[in-house]
Every structure is written in C-alpha cells, then in structure tokens.
C-alpha cells in the first residue's frame, strides 16, 4: 500500500496515459521510497527494468545491464561493448514487445554512470532517436544521487536540454503520512511518540519500516541507532557514501553544520572545512542543497542580508548531536539521557527542523494558505540603545499586513510561558518594530505540541499552533 504520494502517483498515470512518448526523472534522497513508488505505480510490470550498482566500473554495470535484457525476455544476448550498444540492444527488446505503451524503469542510474563512461550521450542517442520518434514509451529514471541528475539531465545543455516532460521530486513523509504509516502497521504510538520519533529519524519511509511494534520511541532509537547491531548505527556513512563519488568534503560540509543551530554563512564553512571559498564549495552546497539535506536561507535584520546555510534533516542532526561521540555507549544510552540537557538542546533545534517542514500545516492553521508570504531567519545585534540581541528563528512576513515572529517550544505537556520567556519575546517584539516600525503588525505565534497553559503571560500571545495543527494533511 503506498502511504500518501498521491500527486506523484497520478503524475505517473498520466504519463502513462499520454497519446506520446513521455520521459520522468524522479530525484529523492536515499530510503525516500522512489523505487518503491515506481513498482507498485505500475504493479510491477515493465517492459524492462534495470538498477544500477554502486561504485562499479562500467563493464560491470554493462553486464548487469545484459542481465536485466535477459530477464525481460531478450533471450540470449551478447554483453554491449559501450553503452550506445548497451541501448541499441534494448531497442531491439522494445521492438520485441506486443502494441500498447512500454514502461522503461532505469533505476540508481547515477550509480551507471562510471568514469569516463559514454552512459549521458547514449541516453540522449536512445531518447532523441528512438524513444521520442515513438508513441509508445514510457521511459522513467531515477537515482538517490539528486545533484548527478540534475547537472546530467536537467541542465544538460546537450541532447537532453529540456527532454524531460515530468520532474518529480520526493519529499519525506509529513507527520500526517507517517501517522498513517504507524497506523497501517498497527504500531499504536501516540502523537507523541511519533514526533519524538519524526525529530530523531525524519520521515523517511524506509527508517520508518523498521520501526518495532510494541516499543516506544525510546526504545527503537537505542535499538536502531546505538545497538552496534542496529540497522541505522551505520547509516550515516552508507548515507553519504552513497550518494557523492568524493563523500569526504561534503560530510566536512556538514560536520561543520553541525555545530550550529542556526548554521553558518559560506565565509566561515570555508574556514572551518579549509574548503577554498570558489566553485567548488558553490557546487557541494547546492549537491546538499538538492539532496535536502540543508536549507540556504537570508538572514534579515543583518547589518547586510547575507545567506546562512542550515542543516536540517533530522537523521543527520541527530547524528551530529547525539551519536557522533557516542556510537559505542550501549543500546540503552538513549533510555539513560531522558532528563539530560544534552537531549534537552537537541529537542529544540529537532523541533525547530520539525517546523520549518511543516511550513504548509503552520500556514494551514493560522487561515493564511492563500495569501503570499516569506519565511525568514530574523536577527539583532547588540546595540548601545536598544539593549542586547535577539534572534527569531521562524519569521512569517505576509502580504496581508501581519508578520507571525513563530517560537517553537517542544514539551511533553502543554507549555507554561515563564516570566523569562515573556520578558525574551517582549525583547524580540521591540527590536523587530524596530527594524520595521509602523508597518506591519506583529503576531506573536507560540508552536507546541500541546498548547499553552493559561497564566497571566499567554494573553500577549496571538496565535497557538499544536500538534493537531501539525499532523493535519
């Protein structure tokens, strides 16, 4: 059963039903279910189907590639010499097969690509020359490694310059989803629990199919991550490894994210990397970027707006924060930190990441779906006169003449606005109206799981968003 992925699956079947010849690329990181989207789409029948494999030559992805002809029924065949030979080959499969359209499923074709390989202009040989001249293909691609297809497909400025008729990108499964998914499974966990689950794994579907019924949260991430044994406790490196040649300089990349909630501007990521500040550092920010795996955002309220680059999956925050420096402590060290400050401060920056990928569900709450917005990072230095710095973490700056300055608080029960919280968000208010005075006005807007507690400081709050809220579809 697929879990969401409804816009997705219809694009598919409308491909599918097209009276042309269609080509898809499909982009999603690794374990976010594009293969798994693409089988049961099409119940798993394809006039050819193919996957390549990592970090092999290409006289072994082209013997492979032999074998999947086999498999679709191509007989007996010869393996290709290049890869022009390699599709000219399933040219002949395809001309093989009765009338009605063919589904052509290339998977991990990134992984194909091996060096000094002809794969990129054979491709664009096959669809130019053949594919498109027909009426009955359905050619789908797909790989884990997003920034290989889009600098070798989407901005191919050679044969395949604008050929791909549907782009789909793959997001991770939203609160709403992954509830679905728990429920599908009868795992029986709580709102709760799947938060604190969402904020250690993200919703990435694969991690979530080995989530144990019966366990809490708790449970399953010692028994998935700090059990040496556990299928996650060596994900992090899989995870990288799979999806850069070079791996090393991007995970330098996000070791260095790692440090800071709030991220760093690409100045200070050279420095701290020792990656010079020039094309290179551009291309492995934008490769991260297109994975999903960090946020480019402007810092307003600056000196000068400047970008930030911020790290925000879930699973790789968690790493950084969490398992890095403890990958041998035990499969009960997560049971043993519940009360710790150590979890307390990754809570909120999980939290925070938590939010910012519900953005929609945020907009949905507060009656603004329709209206344009922009969502922004706020901060103030220091001054003499207007007192010390503050900094917002989620700004919603509307057209309707409202700005939302969003504070995300996690807790286990419905959240106490302290004086120390009311005297910090009155600081914000100040210096922001500062920043902006007289233009617009100002919502403070309170994001927890369970709402507030009614004392004499919730009155200066104007908007509450939960939970409920967040799971919403």
């Known amino acids: 059963m697929i879990i969401g992925r409804k816009e997705e699956k219809a694009e598919l079947l409308s491909a599918y039903e097209s009276e042309y010849s269609e080509f898809v690329a499909i982009t999603g990181r690794r374990r976010i279910g594009k293969t798994f989207l693409v089988r049961e789409t099409f119940d798993y029948r394809f006039a050819f189907q193919h996957s390549g494999i990592a970090k092999k030559n290409t006289r072994v992805q082209l013997k492979e590639f032999r074998a999947s002809l086999v498999r679709c ?3 007996k065949c010869r393996i290709p010499k290049d890869w022009f030979d390699a599709f000219h080959l399933l040219e002949n499969l395809l001309d093989s097969k009765p009338d009605g359209k063919k589904v052509v499923f290339i998977d991990e074709l990134p992984w194909m690509d091996a060096k000094n390989s002809t794969l990129v202009s054979a491709l664009e040989h096959f669809w130019n020359s053949y594919a498109s001249a027909r009426k009955d293909i359905l050619l789908i691609i797909c790989g884990s490694a997003t920034s290989w297809i889009v600098n070798k497909v989407f901005k191919n400025h050679g044969g395949l310059y604008n050929r791909v008729s549907h782009a789909i990108r793959l997001y991770e499964f939203t609160l709403n989803e992954c509830e679905q998914y728990a429920k599908e499974r009868n795992l029986g966990m709580s709102r709760y629990e799947i938060m604190r689950m969402y904020m250690a794994i993200g919703g990435v579907p694969f991690y979530w199919s080995l989530v144990s019924k019966g366990l809490s949260a708790t449970q399953n991430i010692d028994r998935l ?8 406790h060596g994900e992090y490196d899989e995870l ?3 999806l850069f040649d070079n791996p090393a300089p991007y995970m330098d990349v996000i070791s260095c994210l790692g ?3 709030g991220g760093f ?4 990521i050279s420095k701290m990397t020792s990656i010079p500040n020039n094309s290179r550092l551009t291309v492995i920010l934008e490769d991260l970027t297109s994975c999903g795996f960090i946020r480019e955002y402007k810092l307003h309220g600056a000196r000068r707006q400047k970008s930030l680059y911020q790290l925000m999956d879930s699973f790789t925050l968690f790493y950084y924060r969490l398992m890095k420096d403890n990958s041998d402590v ?3 060290f997560w049971m043993s930190m519940t009360k710790s400050s150590l979890r307390n401060a990754w809570e909120g920056l999980a939290f925070e990441s938590l939010c910012f990928k519900h953005l929609r569900q945020i907009k949905k709450a507060l009656g603004i779906s329709g209206v344009a917005t922009r969502t922004y990072s706020w901060r103030a230095e220091e001054d003499p006169v207007l007192g010390k710095g503050v900094q917002v973490d989620m700004v919603i700056d509307r057209a309707d003449g409202v700005v939302n300055l969003c504070e995300m608080k996690f807790s286990s029960d419905r959240y106490t606005i302290t004086k120390s919280d009311d005297e910090s968000i009155r600081a914000k ?9 007289n233009v617009k ?3 403070v807007t309170m994001v927890t799981p369970w709402g507030l507690n009614r004392n004499i400081y919730w009155n200066n709050v104007q908007n509450e968003i939960t939970a409920d809220d967040l799971f919403a579809g």
């Open 265 to 268: 501007t690409r100045k200070e």
């Open 441 to 443: 006005s100002i919502y």
């Open 73 to 75: 029924g191509m007989g």
């Open 259 to 261: 440090k800071k909630g």
């Open 225 to 232: 991550l700090f059990n040496p044994e556990g299928r996650l």
């Open 240 to 242: 990288y490894a799979s």
């Open 429 to 437: 208010v100040s210096r922001f109206n500062s920043y902006a005075p």
């Open 330 to 332: 035990g499969e009960d």
